[in-house]
């Protein structure tokens, strides 16, 4: 029986659920959207509107909060910045830190960058300061995954986005709508 058992348990033991949890929300207000199961983005989604709902306010005590939530890391773009499409570019989670903000050691590694924490404070609690919550949306993909065909979700932050869909293609559903608007015109017209 499971009685007062709050959460689902995603079939691992809870110390490796808590660090599934902290990586995917950090990975999200890393990237600004991930690709990931159903039941994870659920479980997941939770977690993360609370941690925005805490970063809403930049305060001592948020701070302190959403270092307890999660694990600080430093935050870099590794993708080339030129690969990014123009429309990307404008969003705050593309946005590129200063060169100066950035440090390598003489091995290539990444030795000094922006934390993750200082960027959910600065940039994601103000992009969301005057929303009282849904902060996050889960799109369906049409595929699967290799291994055990279970089916694959985006769990994006909800922003500016383009377009209502994330696969690339184009909506239909504006044209159907102005097609259906215009025949109905045109048959009022020709009744009348």
């Known amino acids: 029986m499971r009685h007062r058992i709050f959460g689902k348990q995603l079939c691992v033991k809870s ?20 690709e990931t199961t159903l039941p994870k ?8 509107e609370k941690i925005i709902t805490t970063a809403r306010t930049k ?4 701070r302190r909060e ?7 890391r430093r935050v870099f ?20 830190p200063a060169a100066s903000e ?17 960027h959910i ?28 065909g279970t089916d694959l979700v985006v769990l994006q932050l909800v922003g500016n986005e383009d377009g209502p869909q994330v696969s690339g293609r184009k909506s239909n559903r504006r044209a159907t709508a102005d097609k259906r608007t215009a025949f109905a015109a045109k048959m009022k017209k020709a009744t009348a």
């Open 59 to 62: 305060s001592l005590a948020s």
């Open 41 to 48: 983005a659920k479980a997941v989604q939770r977690y993360v």
């Open 77 to 96: 773009p590794w993708v080339a910045y030129d690969s990014v499409p123009e429309s990307k570019k404008s969003s705050p989670f593309w946005s590129l």
């Open 15 to 34: 110390d490796h659920r808590r660090a599934m949890l902290r990586n995917l929300a950090a990975g999200l207000f890393e990237h600004g959207q991930i």
């Open 121 to 148: 404070l600065t940039k994601v609690g103000p992009l969301f300061k005057d929303r009282p919550g849904g902060y996050t949306r889960i799109v369906k993909l049409d595929k699967h995954r290799l291994g055990d």
């Open 102 to 118: 950035i440090e390598f050691n003489r091995y290539g590694e990444l030795r000094k960058a922006p934390r993750l924490i200082e």
């Open 66 to 72: 959403l270092t307890a939530k999660l694990t600080d």
